[in-house]
């Protein structure tokens, strides 16, 4: 899961509780729940602390977005971040990471020990000590990486991997694919990239986040009520018609901002069963105007009939005419004779 | 009848069902994915109630917003309170100028052919 844009306690929060549920899904990862946890909230930490957050300053830096990054991998959790730091501080900072980077355990517990006693704070709250636990806690060197941003500031990315067993010391991901990957995020201006699985708390979790990229002001509007609602009905609409694999409903969902405009694009595997009738009712609502889907929908909701997973298609019919029908889809089916679907939905 | 309340969640909204007094109130937001199962123990209370109605009936909503699966649910309220012999009132709370809640309550409306009183807070 990827996500560029506003950092603030509650983002940190709400990306703590989506990780937590969806590595307690993945049991393998159930142990390194807490250091996890622990680990996002250093990173978002480390944004805040080194990141420019004065008012003054945002103006100078405003098509910058901060970028935090959690990636579960077959053997490692990857957690990175990514923000501005004033050039000025970038060589201290170095020096911190090198220094945490080159010392054996033994030495990272005692300069803990040392920088409690008498540490002294940085101008922004906080000594190495953020940066000594997260060596700590995941057991291999911090990765890092500097690039220039302009004459004031530089864009640090720092990443940290933590591995399932302590044996393993290979890492999985390199600062630079960290990178490649933020500069591809940037360049289709995606703010939130979650693939994974659709199905329990991930969804509260996925709308909270989108909920606040979408809340102005602490309130959300009403066109911004319409588009969250969108959302949940093509979120939901993964784990309805989805393929189950291993108990899992995995899709991907991005959410994309092009010319102040929000784009939602949703993709995964439908189940064969499920697919010719799904098709078949897609296309049929998208052969319909816009008053033929409301009294279409209109006729549904006054069918008493509530089918086992509870919505009789109107949640297609919402996101068509939601979006006043700016959506397409396909189906590709692929060599493995698996059906591949995926739609774009343009926010109003 | 005694009362039955299910708090909020994430997901699903705060839900007061006074059947001594004829009333029903849902505040939040609703978006479960099964809304079977949340929403069965309040499909059994209004059951529970049609033996023995008061007068009047009033379902109060008062939404920040829902998905479609939780429509289903409410229409099912709805036809389940018209079935019984009672007086029906729905008061459909929302902001003056918060068109998404104020069009689904209309769409109700027509939908449902029921008196639904829109009321701006």
Redesign the interface.
Known sequence: MSYLGKFSDEITTMLINLSENYLEEKNQFNKLNQKVSFLIAECFQNVVRYGVYDDSEIQTVADFKEFFQIKVLENSVSISSSNLVENDSVKSLEEKINLVNSLSEEELKQLHRSVLENGKLSTKGGASLGLIDMVKKSGHPLKNLVTRFDDEYSQIYIGVEISKSKDIKNIDISILDIEKEYKTLVDRNILLLFKGDF?KGT??DL??MLNSNFTENNK?S??N??N??TI??II?NV?KHGKSINGFNEGIITLSNTNNKFQVECANYISTEKYSEFKSFMDEINSLSLDEINLR???S??N?I?SE????G??I??IARNSQKGYNYSFVETSEKEIFYSIKVNLI | MEKLIIEDT??TPYIELDGANGIFKFTGKS?P????LIYSPVLSYIEEYGKNPKKQSILEFKW??????T???I??LV?MLKAIKTELVINWYCEL?????IEKGE??R????INLNIINV
């Not at chain 1, 997973?309 to 009789?312: A, P, W």
């Not at chain 2, 994915?33 to 079977?36: I, K, M």
């Not at chain 2, 100028?97 to 809640?101: G, I, K, P, V």
Request: aromatic content about 12%.
């Open positions: 199905s969804v509260s709308v909270d959300l009403s066109n009520t319409k969250l609602i949940i009905e939901q784990s929908y209109k006729m909701l006054s008493p509530i997973k509870g919505n009789c109107l949640g019919m919402e | 994430k997901e978006y994915e099964n809304v079977n920040l917003y829902f998905n479609t699966a429509s289903k649910i229409a099912s036809f100028d918060f068109d998404t809640m769409e109700f027509d939908a449902l052919d």
